[in-house]
């Protein structure tokens, strides 16, 4: 067992779990940590390193949270098998994740934002404010739940635009979703059954299966998760987007939302974990209310992050929990430090307090909006061979191409044409016999300006007629 070679950089922003996890990534993928190489232990990295237990901890945690490594009981971490590095192999026919170093023209992944139009000018200013002589405290370490200040402007902002209703005191800063849904799988109950919608955003089940704890699919429709299903696998917690569900963009309906609540009320144990994804980019009609906001029994979590509406490698997000879970979490995570840097949150609660976050929304809800309409309109002489699903809201759309091809001809022709397009297969526990293929396009980060080169070419992969 090599020590590892990591040169850790203290002069940047950047947290240092978040470096060493990134360097170990990058190890695995591009094959110099071979596979089913064991780690060294978290006390002689961290030794060699010089840096802290909970740093290694933290980093591996996170890599065997997103399935690079494997937790051996007694034993350490070790590099998952190549098989199961893979996204799902032959099922789905995506290349292994080792493969997608690739360099294309066009990425239409669905969880990439706009860079050109951030507001660096006013993100500097409040920077340089921060790094000064009178905020020396800052340098220290702050509240376990994150800076009061940051909860405070996140409480008042989720009250306006999301109808969430909550105190600072409720509301817990992590670094990332990952870590935050990493807390609550050791809040609930040891012997928890958990529902995740499918399709869906699965990062929570594979969470979950590091823990042993069993996880059901629940089937989506136009009307979003199947209540129904839950009462049959017996599940406690169910994981849900209500107000934009990913990838379909389909809206939990009233009826559903209530079953949902009034099913979560009946057992003490039963929560609902509410990630609201997508949720500040609404195109047609009013804003979804917030699950959340229904609730009188105290049963939904509510999740959000500023990965979307700012900047992903901010790795702020955060969780508001219902009063009786807040009172564990206070008991039991007592010893926990922020993961988040408490120079970033200083910086953000001034970008908030000062408008600046809510005037950046502004501008970007309009930017995507534009984005949007170049797509659909250029998308629309082919409407009785492409099906669109989803165009109401969010950073991404729904394909459904009846052309021909099947999902590996879809990614392969577009491959040819250097486009990365991503499957429905990708987000999917129980995969679709005999269904048409669905593509999930993510538009928000192709420039404005490249966008129309970007889907022409995509059509013309396909073998649709093109200007």
Not at 308 to 331: F, Q, W
Request: hydrophobic residues 35%.
């Amino acid at each position: 067992m090599n020590m590892l070679s990591c040169v850790l950089n203290r002069e940047i922003t950047v947290p240092l779990y978040e470096q060493l996890y990134e360097y170990i990534k990058t190890e695995i993928i591009e094959g110099r940590l071979e596979f089913q190489t064991k780690l060294p232990s978290k006390r002689k990295l961290a030794q060699h390193l010089h840096i802290s237990g909970n740093t290694v901890e933290t980093a591996y945690e996170q890599l065997a949270a997103e399935g690079y490594l494997e937790v051996k009981a007694r034993k350490g971490y070790y590099v998952m098998d190549l098989e199961d590095l893979e996204y799902a192999g032959a099922k789905s026919n995506i290349p292994p994740i080792h493969e997608l170093k690739k360099t294309y023209d066009y990425h239409f992944h669905p969880s990439q934002i706009d860079t050109e139009h951030f507001p660096f000018a006013q993100w500097r200013k409040y920077a340089k404010n921060t790094m000064d002589f009178a905020n020396q405290e800052l340098l220290l370490l702050g509240d376990a739940q994150g800076e009061y200040n940051l909860r405070r402007e996140i409480a008042t902002y989720l009250y306006h635009a999301r109808g969430v209703i909550c105190e600072p005191e409720q509301i817990v800063i992590g670094a990332g979703i990952e870590i935050l849904l990493q807390q609550l799988v050791l809040l609930f109950e040891r012997n928890s059954i958990y529902g995740v919608e499918d399709p869906g955003y699965h990062l929570f089940q594979k969470i979950i299966q590091n823990y042993g704890n069993p996880t059901f699919p629940l089937e989506v429709d136009e009307d979003g998760i199947k209540v129904e299903s839950i009462e049959k696998h017996k599940i406690d917690v169910v994981y849900v987007t209500p107000s934009h569900h990913f990838p379909y963009g389909s809206v939990l309906s009233i009826n559903r939302r209530t079953k949902l609540l009034n099913w979560a009320s009946s057992s003490k144990h039963r929560y609902i974990i509410e990630d609201d994804y997508d949720s500040e980019f609404r195109y047609t009609g009013k804003s979804i209310p917030s699950l959340q906001s229904m609730d009188q029994f105290e049963k939904v979590i509510y999740l959000g992050s500023f990965s979307k509406s700012l900047i992903p490698s901010l790795r702020i997000s955060y969780m508001v929990l219902p009063k009786p879970l807040m009172n564990r979490y206070t008991e039991e995570f007592s010893f926990y430090h922020s993961t988040v840097s408490r120079i970033d949150q200083q910086i953000l609660t001034d970008f908030m307090i000062q408008g600046d976050f809510e005037k950046h929304l502004n501008k970007m809800r309009k930017l995507y909006r534009r984005k949007l309409d170049i797509v659909l309109t250029l998308l629309k002489p082919y409407q009785n061979k492409i099906s669109i699903i989803g165009e109401r809201s969010g950073l991404h759309i729904v394909l459904v191409v009846k052309n021909g091809m099947d999902e590996t001809a879809l990614i392969n022709q577009a491959a040819k044409a250097s486009i990365k397009i991503y499957p429905m297969s990708a987000y999917s526990i129980e995969k679709k016999i005999d269904a048409l293929p669905e593509i999930i396009l993510g538009f928000a980060g192709i420039p404005e300006a490249k966008l129309d080169d970007a889907i022409q070419l995509l059509l013309h992969a396909w073998g649709f007629p093109v200007k």
